[in-house]
């Protein structure tokens, strides 16, 4: 049998690797990127270094519902829309992210540079913008209109771990103005069809 054309229709060239990025860590209600092009603002806050473990985007889809016809046959079979989560560990202890950990306001940092922590859980939402870039410069750029911290790893403070604060976001839908969990411009590395 010959060869099938469609077995040389792999392309090396749309493989991707994120060789750098950014994360953005916003209040809620920002307003929303209309693209990739977006620029952040001054009070766009930089999350600076995360670890070399990048980030992590994971689905996690809603409970099943199924209903069985007479013959315990499944006839339907519904599943919850879900959500998102997001992890990374930021590296630098910058205000943003580390009040983020704390779920503290910036109000609370102290003018020795102090921070008072009262509690252990968030309850905060933020608005999230990841930016990544792959190794021939195509920007990939995901807007989280509506995020809250759902876990944090625990603090390490010894001399061959890197101080980090490991935190994984829930996503939620945002407002009438971003009524999605996330948007994302540049994951598709392909001219569209028709073009």
């Known amino acids: 049998m010959a060869k099938p054309a469609y077995l040389d229709q792999n392309a090396a060239e749309l493989v991707r690797l994120i060789k750098d990025g ?3 860590i916003r209040a809620e209600g920002s307003t929303a990127p209309t ?3 977006w620029t952040p603002t001054p009070t766009d806050s930089l999350v600076g270094y995360y670890s070399e473990d990048g980030q992590e985007l994971s689905p996690n889809p809603g409970d099943e519902t199924e209903f069985v ?12 829309p879900g959500y998102w989560t997001l992890g990374f560990s930021g590296l630098e202890g910058r205000q943003a ?8 306001d910036p109000s609370q940092l102290g003018v ?21 870039l792959d190794q021939k410069e195509n920007l990939i750029l995901v807007h989280f ?3 809250q911290i759902s876990e ?3 603090l390490t403070f010894n001399r061959s771990t890197l101080l980090a604060y490991g935190l994984t ?14 948007k994302a411009w540049g994951f598709i590395n392909e001219e569209p069809e028709g073009e």
């Open 22 to 24: 950014a994360i953005f």
């Open 35 to 37: 693209g990739a092009e």
């Open 69 to 80: 016809g007479h013959n315990g046959d499944t006839v339907i079979s519904e599943q919850a």
């Open 97 to 104: 992210i580390t009040c983020a950990y704390f779920d503290i």
């Open 112 to 132: 020795d540079g102090s921070i008072t922590v009262d509690k252990a859980s968030n309850s905060k939402r933020y608005d999230l913008i990841l930016v990544g």
């Open 145 to 147: 209109p509506s995020v």
């Open 152 to 154: 944090k790893e625990a």
């Open 169 to 182: 976001f829930r996503t939620f839908k945002g407002g009438s103005t971003s009524p999605y969990h996330f």
